[in-house]
């Protein structure tokens, strides 16, 4: 591959202008949303604060949208420059994966909050969301799991696994959710050490993928962050809990991937805690007149925990606090995974 000014490659470059494409397509509609979506009525409240005010809904459509135009590009820039459509096949794959799994959540948020679809529908609905990765049959049919090693699972693996991988990720990632900045700060760190883990093992097109998807992330977190004028919805989540299980799949480190999710595995397990005491858990806190104050006596998610803490050392919990803690636990646990994988 060519050298320019024996620093960067032609295709490091393709990648710096596909990632600001990303960028500015991300905040250019996010920035549209936030004003039509008053202007159409489409907002929610925002729980974590006193009176609850109106936020503007499904903002996380256009972080997909932002990062499909900045594959897109990529791809383009490959193919008009004759460098070659190498993983043309993946990333398109990818780019279609986005758009449905978005597309899937965005219906889910304008139909409304707990008035969408209904759980055994949604389940029904996002069966085909993995239907992209199964036809390029992508990734290895070899994983290396946790605590067990190499399993080889045949036919198995694009047909069965890698479904339900996808589908879990995707649910999986809207649990985590409720508090300005949260969701779009948890994808920007998995994403961030996705992209350390595959730089450092040369893993392509995971590489690619996770450089692009971060600054759409970052586009969108101007408007999602505390006091948020968006929030990133079933939109944001399903796609970007799908995205995250393919570029997995694609680059097949799977050991290292649910490490990184390890979060996810500790908020499900809170969330059968909860439906073993009758509960159906709520992320949102009590607002009271200093901040914020746990939902339930015991912790059925990691937001109720990240509350008493900050109850316990400072003696009052916000909700910038919250995002914090959990952050601050994703990158811990990122830091970790990068340790155990030999990378630091």
Do not use: C
């Not at 509609?29 to 974590?48: P, T």
């Not at 900045?181 to 595959?198: C, N, V």
């Not at 919250?322 to 994703?330: E, F, G, K």
């Amino acid at each position: 591959m060519r050298n320019i000014f024996g620093i960067f490659s032609l295709d490091d470059i393709f990648i710096l202008i596909s990632s600001l494409i990303s960028l500015a397509a991300t905040l250019f509609f996010v920035a549209w949303w936030v004003e039509r979506g008053r202007e159409i009525g489409l907002i929610g409240r925002d729980m974590n604060k006193p009176g609850k005010p109106a936020v503007v809904e499904a903002g996380g459509i256009w972080v997909s949208i932002g990062a499909s135009f900045g594959l897109l590009t990529y791809i383009a820039l490959r193919i008009y420059t004759g460098l070659g459509k190498k993983y043309l096949l993946e990333l398109m794959a990818l780019s279609l994966l986005l758009f449905m799994a978005s597309f899937l959540g965005f219906l889910d948020d304008i139909l409304g909050w707990k008035k969408g679809l209904k759980p055994t529908a949604r389940i029904l609905a996002m069966a085909p969301l993995a239907i992209p990765m199964v036809v390029i049959k992508a990734g290895y049919s070899t994983m290396a799991l946790p605590f067990i090693g190499p399993v080889d699972f045949g036919i198995l693996y694009p047909l069965v696994i890698v479904p339900i991988g996808i589908l879990g990720a995707a649910n999986a990632f809207n649990m985590i959710a409720g508090y300005n900045g949260l969701e779009a700060g948890q994808a920007l760190l998995l994403m961030i050490f996705t992209g350390i883990y595959t730089y450092m093992h040369d893993i392509h097109p995971s590489l690619e993928a996770s450089i692009i998807m971060i600054p759409a992330i970052l586009g969108f977190l101007v408007y999602n962050w505390y006091p948020a004028k968006t929030f990133p919805g079933n939109s944001f989540t399903y796609g970007l809990g799908a995205y995250y299980a393919s570029i997995i799949v694609l680059g097949n480190f799977e050991k290292f991937g649910l490490m990184l999710f390890t979060l996810y595995f500790i908020e499900f397990l809170l969330f059968l805690r909860g439906l073993r005491d009758g509960v159906y858990k709520e992320n949102f806190a009590k607002v009271i007149s200093n901040g914020l104050y746990p939902p339930y006596d015991k912790s059925y998610s990691l937001t109720h925990w990240a509350i008493k803490i900050q109850l316990r050392i400072r003696g009052r919990a916000t909700e910038k606090g919250v995002v914090a803690v959990i952050l601050l636990l994703q990158a811990l646990i990122g830091i970790v995974s990068l340790i155990l994988a030999g990378i630091i």
